[in-house]
């Protein structure tokens, strides 16, 4: 049976990279999605239902422990960092290119 986990991914992050990358940093901007181990953070707390019905939990900031990579997309002046930590269920070198980012491992 093929996995749906990849298609699924590609549209989660094309939703994160549209919604969130227009908005202003502020407290409670990152979107931890623990069930793939990526953690988004760039948006308002505006996003806080968007970050919840795609089942994110909010926060104020990605956890550092266990972080492998970052990708760093800017969009109209705008900055999101998505968070990829061991474990994740994608590939960050892959996600990171294919959102236009910049990616930086580490």
Known sequence: ????VHPILWALMAIISATYSLKARGANDAC???QYQFCVEGYS?????????D???VMDQCP????????????NGNV???RYYQ???????????ASGGVYIPG
């Open 32 to 34: 931890m999605y623990e």
């Open 45 to 53: 707390a505006d996003g806080n239902a968007d970050c919840e019905t």
């Open 1 to 4: 049976m093929p996995s749906l």
């Open 64 to 75: 550092t422990e266990n972080r492998i990579a970052t990708c760093r997309i800017e969009r």
């Open 87 to 97: 474990g994740t269920r994608v590939n960050p070198v892959k996600m990171c290119k």
């Open 80 to 82: 999101v960092l998505t």
């Open 55 to 57: 089942g994110g939990q």
